[in-house]
Nanobody
Framework: VQLVESGGGLVQAGGSLRLSCTAS????????LGWFRQAPGKEREFVAA????????YYADSVKGRLTISRDNAKNTVYLQMNSLKSEDTAVYYC?????????????????WGQGTQVAVSS
């Protein structure tokens, strides 16, 4: 599985962005998908995840109510809708894929990663 993110950019605080991650490979629908982010000088952290059948979504407390993860298996794409952005959301955002739907908050279980897309929020 190869993952390619897009949609990052510079936005003012309070604004919105939608990140997309498109996957290659015929088994996309069997993977749970996650978004992680890494800010300068900080460790990579979990943002959101959606299980393979979209039956469950998971969010970091810091983004609940502002970010929404969704997937379209017909398009092999997972999205991260980001609203009410804050300066602390500035980071490189990565999408990742895993077959371990029971532990989606743990980046160690993800086998496939995209190259990342930069999100910068100005205050």
């Amino acid at each position: 599985v190869q993952l390619v993110e897009s949609g990052g950019g510079l936005v003012q605080a309070g604004g919105s962005l939608r990140l997309s991650c498109t996957a290659s490979g015929p088994t996309f629908s069997s993977y749970s998908l996650g978004w992680f982010r890494q800010a300068p000088g900080k460790e990579r952290e979990f943002v959101a995840a959606v299980t393979w059948a979209s039956r469950s979504t998971y969010y970091a407390d810091s983004v609940k109510g502002r970010l929404t993860i969704s997937r379209d298996n017909a398009k092999n794409t997972v999205y991260l809708q980001m609203n009410s952005l804050k300066s602390e959301d500035t980071a490189v955002y990565y999408c990742a894929a895993t077959t371990d739907w029971t532990n989606v908050r743990n980046d160690n279980v993800y086998s496939y990663w995209g190259q990342g897309t930069q999100v910068a929020v100005s205050s």
